[in-house]
């Protein structure tokens, strides 16, 4: 019961953060491309990260769990340990803030959907069991395919041959499923640094936005990943501890410095914001300047604390099309008569998205509000397509490609907003 209120105070604080078929368990994962994941250990001469003096009465449910980099140029994928598919019990039919109606993972069997005015408003996934009845219109399977398209043409890229393939994409979040089929085999490192080992919904959800084969960006890229716990739990409320964080961009440099010139990571996505007095600020921001001086872009809730953007994420309708620019709006929690066209900012597609649901190597998950920990590993995948088409592309020549694309969209509540043009950017960088 321990585990489970603490995993349940880390999903929520990671989600308030960012707001502005199936496997059986123990089943082995899909092999990586390059061969199959090998669990290993760091040598005993190297220093693991201690945690142990935090003021936290939960601290040991937090693993540190590192793999030799020596052993990274042998081919295979390293994972410091395998998880096995994780599914939310117990729950109910209901209403639920962020996720409205939510019906993920339950026998929604009973309920009577014509109640509800708004179809956008059922957050479900694979496990959902449905009435005999549904809405006219509403086909789960459907919605779910459809959804999965990662918008505004993004797909045609793909057929063009932009899928980031070979090019590194770090992700820093919590628990991952690591069986799930939209990502296992792009899955070259993961480990643990200050994280629960479970499996967690956001993990799965921002990789396979990301990097995953039918839902991602860039279907092809190398994915590391480190599952984090970036809080304390004192007196049952979660307190934010950026350090931890900083100690995970610098893992990554540190990977980073063992991968060959063709292959390193590009960019790291991390589905949170920072403010300046938070505790391990000035760590991250430092953090981050390592990474930069590697050539590494770090993207988070708050990128415009540390580069000249400011990164937004749109809603979209179920139905909508993902690749029409006029069907993305702002997100409903905010002023829908606002504009996002300053020269800074920068808008790619947020909600209604399909994504890797923790529950089995086959299961799917969606929700229409999203929030910015979508928006973030989507644009750090259109970044691993960019360096595919120029690899010889910085952080800053990407983030002025891509405020110099876009394209203004005005919604018909009002407002203008400037959206990115992946094929504009691309046609850029390879015309």
């Given at each position: 019961m321990k585990k489970k209120a603490v995993a349940l105070l880390l999903a929520l604080s990671l989600l308030v953060s960012a ?413």
């Amino acid at each position: 019961m321990k585990k489970k209120a603490v995993a349940l105070l880390l999903a929520l604080s990671l989600l308030v953060s960012a707001l502005p078929g199936c496997a059986p368990a123990g089943e082995e994962p899909p092999a990586a491309t390059t061969g199959a994941p090998v669990e290993s250990e760091p040598p005993a001469s190297r220093e693991p990260l201690d945690y142990s003096g935090h003021d936290d009465p939960h601290e040991a449910d937090y693993v540190t769990k590192l793999i030799d980099l020596d052993a990274l140029g042998d081919g295979k994928a390293h994972w410091a340990m395998e998880t096995d598919p994780w599914e939310m019990s117990g729950k109910t039919p209901g209403w639920s803030g962020v996720f409205k109606y939510d019906l993920r993972s339950c026998d929604a069997s009973g309920e009577d959907l014509s109640v509800i005015s708004d179809l956008n408003d059922i957050s479900f996934n694979s496990r959902t069991v449905w009435p005999d009845v549904l809405p006219e219109g509403f086909s789960p399977k459907e919605i779910l395919e459809f959804n999965k398209n990662p918008g505004l043409s993004v797909r045609d890229l793909h057929r063009q041959g932009f899928t980031g393939k070979g090019v590194g994409v770090a992700i820093i979040d919590q628990g991952l499923y690591t069986g799930h089929e939209e990502y296992a085999e792009n899955l070259k490192t993961y480990e643990l640094i200050h994280g629960a080992p479970e499996p967690r919904m956001h993990g799965p959800a921002v990789a396979s936005i990301a990097v995953g084969k039918t839902v991602g960006v860039a279907p092809e890229a190398d994915l590391y990943y480190i599952n984090t716990f970036h809080s304390h739990v004192v007196n049952g409320v979660s307190e934010g501890d950026s350090s931890i964080v900083a100690d995970c961009i610098l893992r990554v440099c540190e990977i980073n410095q063992h991968l060959p010139p063709e292959g390193k990571i590009r960019v790291i996505s991390i589905s949170l914001g920072f403010v300046e007095d938070d505790p391990g600020f000035e760590e991250v921001k430092d953090a981050i300047r390592q990474a930069d001086e590697q050539g590494i872009l770090v993207l988070s809730v708050s990128t415009e604390r540390f580069y000249p953007l400011e990164l937004r994420g749109l809603s979209r309708g179920y139905f909508d099309d993902p690749d029409d620019p006029a069907s993305y709006r702002i997100a409903y929690w905010l002023d829908q008569r606002a504009s996002y066209i300053s020269p800074s900012k920068v808008c790619v597609p947020m909600g209604s998205r399909t994504y890797a649901a923790t529950s089995g190597a086959h299961d799917y998950e969606l929700s229409y509000s999203g929030g910015m920990s979508w928006a973030v590993p989507w644009l750090a995948g259109f970044y691993a397509l960019c360096c595919q088409a120029k690899p010889e592309i910085t952080p800053a020549e990407f983030i002025e490609l891509i405020k110099d694309t876009v394209q203004v969209v005005q919604p018909p509540s009002g407002g203008k907003l400037n959206v990115i043009d992946p094929k504009a950017a691309i046609a850029r960088l390879t015309g």
